[in-house]
């Protein structure tokens, strides 16, 4: 897993690209850009739950802390860290 600790600054937004349905999670960098791959179905916001999740994790803070902003049915996501 990517450490993204450089990124937790309150009030940061953070623009990710989730690949849900992936056969192997994790999280790069690729290009300047955050890529998210989670196993969950892009059904019922289950896969940008898990994306925030995993968010989480890699950047070391609580999943409280980061709202979705923008790209609920997108691959394209933005987080703000609160």
Known sequence: MT??????????????RVTPNARQPGIDRRDGQILIRVSEPPEAGRATEAARVALARAMGVAKSRLTLVRGATSREKLFRLD
Do not use: K, N, Y
Request: net charge negative; hydrophobic share 50%.
């Open 3 to 16: 450490d993204l600790s450089d990124l937790a600054r309150e009030g940061a937004t953070i623009a990710v």
